[in-house]
């Protein structure tokens, strides 16, 4: 929803265990449409040059704003109102479709 901004972290070493790639779609909801922005990007993933935490982590950053200039190598632009997102798995190793690998929650940030 407009105004919230949301957070993915996967944990250094954590990230979708793939053989090929992986990535996260932005979807309106209820319509189920790629979500149009300013930077024009739909999804975020492993071709994404994206900004890695001090540990290691990769954390993508969902919300409606521009996060700063700084940080939207990471951000996956939202709509105003409601969302849904997909995350896709390219050639999945074993443990994702065993469920040894789940993927971390969105959390509403602060």
Known sequence: MAGRHY????????????????SVTMYGYP??????????????????EMQRGDDGSLTVSIQ????????????????A???????RMYNAKPAALNFDWVPPAVTRAE
Do not use: M
């Open 81 to 87: 109102g409601r969302f849904y997102l997909c995350l």
């Open 31 to 48: 319509d189920g449409f790629l979500v149009e922005n300013p930077i024009k990007r739909y999804s975020i993933g492993t071709y994404n």
């Open 64 to 79: 409606h704003e521009s996060p700063g200039a700084s940080q939207e190598s990471n951000w996956l632009p939202a709509p």
């Open 7 to 22: 957070t993915l972290t996967f944990p250094e070493g954590q990230e979708p265990p793939v053989d090929a790639f992986w």
